[in-house]
């Protein structure tokens, strides 16, 4: 089984470390292609205005002056000898739970997989402290993650849909089990937009990231996470909303 591991955190993230060992214990043919510099928040960007450039750190690992978008498709295109059975994106520092898998760059990621027909996850560490820079802890991904990928690598799943899997921010041992839930929804309302003075004394804006409030609505990713367990969620990429197919076009029929 061919493996591509991606991210959004860079391709000298502590988490690309924890994913590639959660790989290995499926496969030996494992291919790194990240963004050379950290791109979360990122989303589904594709970069068009500039010219990426990739570099080479060995024979099977490679690092793109771009998103994690464009890492996939350079690993694609350009990076692996033939197409890969699997990729992998992560393991994100920090949570990517309800509609924040909108604006997350790890996610993006699977997505591009999932667009190119290939079996496509995403893995994220949630962790309980903010201010941790690269010291996040791994150990719930690192003990669970290779627990979580086995069944879902024979799960049939339908084309242009993905996995998303979140680790819950407690010791590998007090993680209660693995469930399979929906996409929960946070507030951001209450968003706040931090200012503050450059040393030339021009303002600038910092987009806040306390705490965002959320709704444990039950069979969720949110309220498995705050329960303790893995989240496993299946997302699609068709964003219709059926519902309304049928009375907006009765309005547009007056």
Not at 154 to 178: C, Q, W, Y
Request: net charge negative.
């Amino acid at each position: 089984m061919r493996i591509l591991l991606t991210n959004d955190d860079g391709i000298r993230a502590p988490g690309l470390v924890v994913l590639e060992e959660i790989a290995r214990q499926f496969s030996d043919d494992i291919w790194i292609c990240a963004p050379d510099e950290e791109q979360s928040g990122m989303g589904h960007a594709l970069t068009l205005t500039r010219p990426i450039r990739m570099r080479q750190h060995d024979e099977r690992r490679f690092s793109v002056s771009g998103t994690p978008t464009d890492a996939v498709t350079m690993g694609l295109r350009k990076a692996l000898p033939g197409p890969p059975d699997l990729i992998l994106s992560g393991v994100n520092r920090g949570a990517n739970l309800g509609d924040d898998v909108t604006y997350s760059g790890t996610v993006s990621a699977a997505i591009e997989g999932a667009l190119a027909g290939v079996r496509s996850i995403a893995f994220s560490q949630v962790y309980s402290r903010e201010g941790l820079g690269d010291a996040v802890p791994f150990e719930a991904a690192r003990a669970w993650g290779a627990k979580v990928l086995a069944p879902l690598l024979d799960t049939p799943l339908p084309s242009r849909t993905l996995v998303n899997v979140n680790f819950p921010a407690r010791p590998a041992a007090d993680v209660k089990g693995i469930r399979i839930v929906r996409q929960g929804f946070h507030d951001y309302s209450r968003g706040t937009v931090v200012e503050g003075r450059d040393p030339r004394g021009y303002k600038y804006y910092w987009f806040g990231l306390e705490a965002i409030e959320h709704t444990l609505d039950h069979g969720t990713d949110l309220e498995a996470i705050d329960e303790g367990y893995v989240s496993v969620t299946p997302l699609q990429l068709d964003l219709t909303h059926h519902a309304s197919l049928g009375a907006m076009a009765e309005r547009f029929a007056e």
